[in-house]
């Protein structure tokens, strides 16, 4: 019996917004430089992940391949690319998500990973299948409900860190207000540059 402790999946944002701060800490594009598994471990807490916690390296190393893969979501440039690859995980996906219901929280999704029996991958950890499962249902969940991409990898200079896109309006294009006040002010600069020359 493989225990579970990786708790509920939330609704579908909250789920999202997690999987894309998991991703900008796991770092999956620099796969040569290590990752603190406390990190990785402070990111679950702030994400109000249930305790315990238990976290191996090779945990970790497994977080950062699915890392990869969730990561070019937010990085097609188009919706039916980022569903091609959302396609490509959850078809990886091992197990059958199913509705569970508890009292304190109601309905929620989870990830299928209490199967350990059939046709689960060999090595693979709950961690991995719950990383993989949960994020790519909560990816598609926000792509039906908004008929685009489920976020993206910010597009300010020097950044790149991935964001879900929860908003109602127009894609977003930064992860933060900061860096769309940065990219602003110098788009700014570089007008006021141009119109002097
Ligand atoms: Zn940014």
């Known amino acids: 019996m493989v225990e579970v402790a990786v708790g509920a999946y939330a609704r579908a944002g909250t789920a999202a917004r997690r999987a894309a701060a998991l991703i900008a800490v796991l770092r999956p594009e620099h796969p040569a430089e290590r990752v603190d598994p406390a990190l990785v471990l402070r990111t679950l807490r702030d994400h109000h992940e249930p305790e315990p916690i238990v976290l191996t390296d090779a945990d970790v190393a497994g977080l950062r391949s699915v890392a990869a893969a969730l990561r070019a979501v937010l990085g097609a440039p188009d919706a039916p690319r980022a569903a091609e690859q959302l396609n ?61 991409k489920p976020g993206g990898l910010c597009a300010a200079a020097g950044c790149g860190t991935p964001f879900a896109d929860l908003g109602r309006g127009d894609p977003r294009r930064y992860c933060s207000p900061r860096c769309a006040t940065r990219e602003r002010v110098a788009a700014h600069r570089r007008r006021q540059a141009a119109d002097a020359r």
């Open 88 to 148: 490509v995980i959850l078809v990886g996906a091992p197990g059958s998500p199913r509705l569970s219901y508890e009292p304190a929280a109601g309905w929620r999704m989870d990830p299928g990973a209490g199967d350990p029996g059939a046709g689960a991958p060999v090595g693979r950890s709950p961690w991995v299948e719950w990383f993989a499962t949960g994020s790519a249902l909560a990816f598609a969940r926000l792509m039906v409900d908004r008929q685009v």
